[in-house]
């Protein structure tokens, strides 16, 4: 439920910036700035906008002019010529980072490609491009803006795949370029480790790319045959659109991302997968894989010394016992909130529960309170002195939130107990604005947060939402 409700905030909170439409974004100075290769389409552009809309500024790597101009145009990005296969425009990318004055805080090595065919047909030239972007790309960013990334103790992650860790027939050179970004990803990690950086890989399941069409459109170009293959067409083994239409947006791999770069304590590996059975599927293969090497040799293990090996694993990846329990609790007093459930609110504050404990969206209790319309949620958290002015990763309060979505009760509550009401979101709004612009302004933000907040058991009602607003802005007057 947790989790469900961290990703929830993360989407809801990429609106709020637009919350006035005609308040231009503001660009934030002192914001953590991250490079992201491959940024034009798929899972690049979709981490591009999470960052961005979640307080970073994106450095935007592309290869085309258009491409850069339509970056250029969002907010709190920058384009970066950037083939990861031409040293010059590498060299250049660092050139312009360092001049910009911002420093470089994260890494994310996206830029990726694919082709398809049986290894012992495949050209060594469609072997070498897949290589010389997915791995030896990977490798020149990295070494390039190393020093910067050392030097502000920041984040590299690598975008790896589910494919760099179950292989399958024609997927083969790609598979392989991602089971070496596993390695690297590895080595990288303990050999930055000094320099107190963190670096991580993610490796996602099937979402929405162009990853399919631009191998399709490099094997027209190359005049790709089938007449003499063995195994017949490629172009027959892909099943589906080669948009890969079939699949959901990336929002969840871009959210990992977000979560990285924002987290104190990120993961090592963010497998994001849009189903159960993805997971499974990848999970049960490492396991084979660890049967396999213990199958039958001099040291074998027995099974119950594997699974305590696996318990002591586990162990070794949770976090130390008293932050484990404040996280925990922390945790499942956001998850109460969220499901507006007094008494377990209640339970966790007097268990020492963090009140002002956030998400990776920077919303804390009393800001999921305030959006869900849980009024007496809201109440017990003010009286137990949660932050009334805390501000999420967009600058919005919880007096913000509330005026917002017109929780009247709540609205009133929170003044009652000295909310500062002048304050601002990173779009330069107060809550006084998001109740005063026409609603046919604002109409479209809800448009947009509506579907969202559906799937969590929250529909807007406009009339309800029409009637309170100038109410609400009379109290914050």
Not at 111 to 139: K, Q, R
Not at 444 to 458: R, T
Request: proline letters at 4%; a negative charge.
């Amino acid at each position: 439920m947790y989790r469900a409700t961290r990703r929830m905030f993360a989407l809801v909170v990429l609106t709020l910036s637009f919350v006035i439409p005609s308040a231009a974004a503001q660009q934030i100075e002192s914001s953590r700035a991250v490079l992201v290769t491959g940024a034009t389409s798929g899972i690049g552009l979709k981490m591009t906008e999470v960052l961005t809309e979640n307080g970073f500024f994106v450095y935007a790597g592309a290869r085309k002019s258009a491409d850069m101009a339509r970056l250029d145009a969002m907010p709190n990005v920058k384009s970066v010529r950037l083939d990861v296969t031409v040293q010059s425009d590498i060299d250049n990318a660092v050139t312009l980072i360092q001049a910009q004055g911002r420093g470089l805080y994260g890494l994310i090595n996206n830029a990726g490609v694919s082709v398809m065919g049986p290894l012992v047909e495949m050209p060594e030239a469609d072997l070498e491009f897949v290589f010389d972007v997915n791995v030896v790309g990977t490798y020149r960013v990295t070494k390039a803006f190393a020093d910067l990334i050392i030097e502000s103790q920041g984040r590299i992650m690598n975008v790896s795949s589910i494919a760099g860790i179950v292989s399958g027939p024609f997927s083969g050179a790609y598979s392989m370029s991602k089971h070496a970004v596993e390695a690297y990803t590895d080595t990288l990690a303990d050999e930055l480790a000094r320099f107190n950086v963190a670096v991580a890989a993610v490796e996602p399941g099937n979402y929405k790319s162009r990853i399919l069409s631009s191998m399709a459109q490099r094997m027209k170009q190359e005049t790709y045959s089938a007449d003499e293959a063995i195994y017949g067409s490629m172009f027959d083994m892909i099943r589906g659109p080669l948009d890969r239409s079939q699949f959901k947006e990336p929002d969840d791999v871009a959210l990992a991302a977000l979560e990285f770069m924002s987290s104190e304590s990120p993961k090592r590996r963010y497998l994001v997968v849009p189903n159960k059975r993805e997971a499974e599927f990848t999970i049960r293969h490492i396991i084979r894989e660890l049967v396999q090497l213990n199958d039958r040799h001099a040291f074998s293990y027995a099974g119950d010394e594997l699974v305590a090996m696996l318990d002591d694993a586990l162990a070794e990846e949770a976090p130390a016992p008293s932050r484990s329990t404040q996280t925990s609790a922390s945790d499942q007093l956001i998850a109460a909130a969220f499901e507006g459930n007094l008494e377990a609110t209640r339970q966790h504050i007097e268990a020492g529960a963090d009140l002002n404990a956030t998400n990776s969206s920077g919303s804390g209790p009393l800001i999921i309170a305030a959006t869900f319309g849980r009024t007496e949620v809201a109440r017990l958290l003010i009286e137990a002195g949660a932050d009334l002015n805390q501000q999420n990763n967009d600058g919005s309060t919880a007096l913000f939130i509330a005026a917002l979505f017109c929780r009247s009760e709540i609205v009133q509550a929170l003044l009652d107990a000295g909310a500062d009401k002048h304050i601002r979101n990173n779009a330069g709004s107060t809550a006084l604005d998001v109740v005063s612009v026409p609603f046919d302004q604002i109409k479209p933000v809800y448009d947009y947060v509506g579907p969202i907040l559906k799937q969590y058991g929250l529909e807007l009602d406009y009339e309800r939402i029409r009637k309170a607003r100038p109410g609400i802005a009379q109290m914050l007057r």
